[in-house]
């Protein structure tokens, strides 16, 4: 093993791509990805806490994840938008501890949360009957209250294994923000038992959540098909198909990243770790609500809002501009 270096403790982010004439249009790509992220997520929390029609729990449950991906979109971009604009790459040991942290508490909030969401239409659409009393604002909040927690508590132990040894310099990083398995490769002490951890945990996180999400939609699927209406049918597939589809992009690249041996971890990684830091954030707003017709109608009726404020300011402001020429005045 490399002598161990204690003169420095930072790690070198390699980010992307180490190719000069790539890192300004890659900063103006991300840069255009992390604003509309940010817009559509906020937008959205902001939407549903305003419009008493979005009062609901899958709107509920559909904040708390923007809020997440919100989060740790803001974890990994931020970092990463900087290294390519100035090319300075360094990253203090604790701040890496803290980004992968809070990257994993955030990513493991969002798989419960999904599960929680799925778990809930599942209620609504195969028992509506006993929805209002299975899926009450206590139930919900409780349903919130454990994602975090498991989050919290599978945070601490990701960054227990992944931190918890000693590092060999230099401290390179081959990935654009700090991640598991590219810390772990800098490590001086054995790293199978904290691998064999994170395996476990990852798989249990994924896989468990997955199989909830899963089988809460086949459970769905099985009662679209029962309906009589084809416009019902047809209008719950296209539902059913667009939130699978956003959590294949997010599982997929997920489990690609955790669920494999470390031998086999290489430059494909980075790919995949665009998909569910960068792109599916981004998404998963669209994907979501702004298809739904019930946010349409809000943010419709939001708009008509805004404009009956805006008149009536123009013309209470028309009013003052008349009554200071009356009195002789020159208004503004």
Known sequence: CP???????????????????????????????????LVGNIGLMVLVWVAPSLHTPMYFFLTHFSLADVCYSTVISPKMLTDLLFGDKTISWAGCMTQFHLFALFVTAECHLLAAMAYDRHVAICHPL???????????????????????????????????????GPRRVDHFFCDASPVLRLACSDTRGCEAAIFALATANGLGTSLVILLSYGRILHAVLGMSSAPSRARAFRTCASHLASMSVFYGSLFFMYLQPAS?????????????????????????SLRNKEVKAALERCRRRVLNLCRHQRGAARGIRESWNGLGWKGP
């Open 130 to 168: 006993s929805y209002v009393l299975v899926v009450s604002p206590r139930a919900c909040w409780q349903l919130v209250a454990w994602c975090y927690l498991v989050a919290s508590l599978s945070a601490l132990l990701y960054t227990g294994c992944t931190f918890g040894g000693s590092f060999c």
């Open 264 to 288: 086999r971890h290489g430059s494909r990684d980075k790919v995949a770790s665009v998909f569910y830091t960068v792109v599916s954030p981004m998404l998963n707003p669209f994907i979501y």
């Open 3 to 37: 002598q161990r270096d204690s003169s420095s403790p930072k790690f070198i982010l390699l980010g992307i791509t180490e190719t000069p004439w790539a890192q300004a249009p890659l900063f103006g790509l991300f840069l255009l990805i992390y604003i509309v992220t």
